[in-house]
Structures are given as structure tokens and as C-alpha cells.
């Protein structure tokens, strides 16, 4: 038997690292009928959302009707299983609890299966939870303003560390406290692989050898500005955008554009303190090529822009892409076609290209009064165009 389900927890207490997110769950189902008709659990794959909709409906003695959204990709089939089991009333308990589980499945463009989603909330005589490993796609703004939003947080390596040593101990298997720090670790707040790679390694003997693969992360950039925004400052946020696949200037673009749509007065101006840092210290570091200080450009982006507000700002907030990486592109077009000229006028006057770059205001005025020097140079129509710019 796995070993995530044999040691799946039973009650709400034996829920580790996520009581805030058990609390509001809890919450929205004891007060069902004085809100929302659903509530989205969002958060990474293995940090309990399913587990807590099973224990709660066993808590409270409910039925939990579960369904997975990628079986239930089109209109016909959710009025075909769904509706009916929102209208039903449970044959076993009092009381029942609708779970979509994975609601990433459903498309807005399989044939209406969101839009019916969505249609079903509301005529909903039950609580309805739904898991959701990123819920912030554009596709599901709607669904967003139906449901009360839970995040389920990775949880930490001390926390899987502890349960593993639980399940080892139950199992009667030893395995060295080195080791599965690391295997903690390198699960990256995936609690269920963690506990997967457990039982796997306590089948050989010969643990200590294998080089454990650090878990493939890697977190988009728009979670990654909610994480800092959102989010209270935390340990976790100092290698936040480590995960994300992007030079550390694009970064600071996105949370130039972006640092204003969450902060405002005292808060921006300290957030924007945060960001010149970050610059100041680049500049330094590659300058004196203090490499070891590189590790300060992702604290100030991270935990400092992130302290700078007192309160996270509530809802959703949609991030914008960075004006200025398209100014810059812009500007490096129009650098491009300025060098090309220049080449060509150095090469054809017998000077270097340094010497037309710097001349190259006076030359502009000679080569755009002159339509057979342009020709002689052979410039083509977006060198030309520029010269008029």
C-alpha cells in the first residue's frame, strides 16, 4: 500500500504546516449559506488540499462527492453527474460536500465546461471545494469571483522531515538524519513526493549512495510577484526568484511596473528604496566583481520589497509586463540600425567606427540631405527610415 494513503492523515490535527488554509476551509463550511456557494483551494501539488476536504467531510459527518475536473471536460457530462449531485440529498449522511478536485482540467474551450462550472455554483444546495494547483490563469478570472480563495502554502522541509521520521518509526526503519534532511529539502514543499521517495528508498539498503535530484520548481513570474506582494515576509521568500527562469534585470522591470498596483504612500516609497538598492548593488558587485555579494540582489527584490508594506493587500491583482522591456527593445532596434550606418560610413570614408559613432550627429545631417551618398553606402529602407527618425 502507498504510503501516502496508509499514512494520509484521519483528523484535522494531524494537518501539518497548513493551519491558516484548515482554519478558513473549516470556516466556509460550518458557515456555508451566509457567503460563496464554493472555495478554491490553490496551492503546488502535495500540500494537502484534497486531504483536508477528506477530513473535514469525515469531521462533520458528510458525504464528499468528489469528481475530477479532467473527467468532466464538456457541458453534457457536468449536467449529466454534477448537477445531479447538487441537487440530490445524501442517501449515507446528513450533510454533503461537493469536491471538484484539479479544476485545471477543465478548459474554457471544451465545449462550455466552465461556463457550466460556473452555472452549477450558484444553484448549488451544498458547499462546493475545488483544488486547483494555479488558479490565477486568465481563463479562470470568473470562476475567481464566484469562490471564496484558500492557499495551501509549499510546506516546509522541518515539517516533511518530522513526518518522515513519524512514518519511519512506524514502519520500524531507520535511515540516517542526514539523509532525509536532504530528501526533505530537496522535495521543495511537495509533502506527498517526499513521503513517495521515502518508501521508495527504504527498499534498498544502499540509500546512502544515491545522489537525491532536487525537485524541478520552476515558478512563473507572475506567482512569484504574488508570493512577494501577497504574501507576509517569510525565509522562503530569499530564494523566491532563484525558481524563476529569467535574468535578474527582467525581474526588476516587473517589480518596477507592478510595485504601485500593491503599494501606495510610506509603502512605495520603501519598496522603490528596496529596488534602487538592488541596482546600486548590482553595479558594485560587477564593478569590483564581488561575486559572493550577488545573494544581496534577491533579498532586496524578495524579503525587502516584501517588508515594505505593513499589511498585504486583499483580492486579485493583475500584473502588467514591463513597458520598458519594450522601450528597451525599441531603443536597441533603433541602437542596431545607428551601428550598421556607421559600419557602413567607416568602411566607405577609410575611419573607424568609433570615430562615425561619436561624429555620427554631423554625419546623420550629411547622409539624410544626400540621396546618392545613401545609395553609395547601399542603405537599405529601415537605415534610411531611421536617418528621418
Known sequence: MPWTEKYRPKSLEEIKGQDEAVFKVKN????????????????PPGTGKTTVAYVIAKKINSELFELNASDLRNKEMLLKVLRPAIEQKSLK?????????EVDGISETDYGGLSELLSLIDSSSYPM???????WDRKFSQLRKKCELVQFKEIGYSV????????????????????????????????????????TLSK???????????????????????????????????????SVNMPI????????????????????????EMLSKTDVF?????????????????????????????????????????TRILQIWLNN???????????????????????????????????KSNLNIQKELKLDEEEIDYLNT
Open 160 to 199: 516533511i522531515k518530522g513526518i518522515a521520521f513519524d512514518i519511519l518509526r512506524k514502519e520500524g526503519l531507520f535511515i540516517e538524519n542526514d539523509f532525509v534532511t536532504e530528501l526533505a529539502i530537496k522535495a521543495k514543499g511537495d509533502l506527498r513526493a517526499a513521503i513517495n521517495d521515502l518508501q
Open 129 to 135: 471545494l475545488i483544488t486547483a494547483n494555479d488558479i
Open 333 to 367: 532596434q533603433k541602437t542596431a540600425k545607428k551601428k550598421s550606418i556607421c559600419e557602413k560610413y567607416a568602411h566607405y570614408v577609410h575611419v573607424s567606427q568609433k570615430r562615425a559613432m561619436n561624429e555620427f550627429r554631423t554625419i546623420k545631417q550629411i547622409l
Open 93 to 101: 449522511e446528513e450533510n454533503k460536500i461537493i469536491l471538484i478536485d
Open 204 to 242: 534498498t539498503k544502499e540509500y546512502l549512495s544515491i545522489d537525491l535530484d532536487e525537485r524541478n520548481k520552476e515558478v512563473d513570474i507572475f506567482n512569484s510577484l504574488r508570493k512577494v506582494f501577497k504574501e507576509k515576509p517569510s525565509n522562503e521568500l530569499l530564494s523566491i526568484f532563484d
Open 28 to 43: 466556509f463550511i460550518e458557515n456555508f449559506g451566509k457567503g460563496k456557494k464554493a472555495l478554491i483551494l490553490y496551492g
Open 282 to 322: 548590482k553595479g558594485r558587485i560587477y564593478k569590483q566583481q564581488y561575486w559572493r555579494f550577488l545573494v544581496y540582489e534577491n533579498i532586496f527584490l524578495s524579503y525587502g520589497i516584501s517588508c515594505s508594506k505593513k499589511n498585504p493587500k486583499s483580492g486579485f491583482t493583475s500584473y502588467k509586463k514591463p
Open 249 to 272: 534585470d527582467d525581474i526588476m522591470l516587473w517589480l518596477e511596473e507592478n510595485i504601485p498596483a500593491e503599494y501606495s504612500g510610506e509603502e512605495l516609497a520603501r519598496a522603490y
